[in-house]
């Protein structure tokens, strides 16, 4: 049997709808079909780790967030990179098509 994955947005959903009392956890685990107790050890595990929700300071957050804005500025840098790669490598080839072999030499090209 396939052990299933639930994502922790899901998890969330489901122990706030649990909180809430709105409808039986018998019933919502009928309804999502997951057993009981694994509901209950998400909502024990919810319960327990609700205090770090606010224990993270402000510049916790600050660095999570210069963290994220600085690998995006990385990706996109990977992303230009690849870029040129690939337009240098098209004129040295196109430059050897027109100017010949020896282009490097003509046009005072000169290799890092």
Partial sequence: MKKR???????????LEIIQGDEQI???????SISRNQLQNWKKEF????????????????????????????EKLMAKLGQLVIEN???KKKSAQVLGPDWETKSGYKKL
Wanted: net charge negative; hydrophobic share 35%; charged share 40%.
């Fill in 47 to 74: 319960i327990e780790n609700a205090s770090r929700a606010f224990s993270q300071n402000k510049d916790e957050k600050e660095a999570q967030k210069i963290i994220s804005e600085t690998k995006e500025r990385e």
């Fill in 89 to 91: 490598d098209w004129l």
């Fill in 5 to 15: 994955q639930f994502s922790a947005e899901y998890k969330t959903k489901i122990v």
């Fill in 26 to 32: 018998g019933a919502i685990a009928a309804r999502e």
